[in-house]
């Protein structure tokens, strides 16, 4: 049976870790396909293009949308953020479980779309490490980092909604975590249909 790629949507509130988490994860495992969103938020001091994110003009972002060349896009704190359909679809149909970290309305556009996606959300440890990391980062105004905990306080309301939480405590256990309930994901009826479907005619044949 031809292993299918699937959907892994990462969410969590800006600070968690995510990006380094993901990271880790694609370095560690051979299957994961990391997607490459594209933004129109200026990039922060050693963020590449094409690496971190695809950086547009408003006009380039909303062009990509009328051409329906992303998968899913959304606003988040006065900026647009979205993923590119090509890559994504390309990825899937080799087999590989392709990572799209973005945030909860775009998560939520995703599961309605690909029911088969795995949700989850990358929580830190407490709210005063979240914000002692959104700090130390240094590369935010207070105004911004402010903005950023509105929205976390937000996006806290819509996390019953993942399939999974992740505590983001030690990078490496978390990683291991991840990597666990991806594996046991792809175990589940809803991600075998076709083969369940087929030894089922199989077994309805020999009757
Ligand atoms: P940041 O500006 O910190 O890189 O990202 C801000 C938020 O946008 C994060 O929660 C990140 O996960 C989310 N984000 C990044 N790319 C995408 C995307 O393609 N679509 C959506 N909906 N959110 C994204």
Known sequence: MK??????VV???SGAGKGT????LVRTYENYALSVSMTTRSPRPGEEEGK???FVSREEFEKKIEQDG???YALYCDNYYGTPREYVERQLEKGRDVILEIEIQGALKIKKKFPSAVLMFVM??????????LEGRGTESPEVISKRLKRAAEEAEGIEQYDYIVINDKLEECVLKMHTLILAAH???VRNKEFIENM???LEALC
Not at 21 to 24: D, E, G, I, P, V
Not at 126 to 132: A, P, V
């Open 200 to 202: 089922k005619k199989e």
């Open 187 to 189: 175990d589940a009826p």
């Open 124 to 133: 830190p440890p407490s709210i005063g490490e979240l914000k002692k990391r």
């Open 3 to 8: 292993r299918k790629g699937i959907l892994i």
């Open 52 to 54: 971190e994110y695809f």
């Open 70 to 72: 992303l998968v899913e």
């Open 21 to 24: 988490l993901m990271k880790q």
């Open 11 to 13: 969410s969590g509130f």
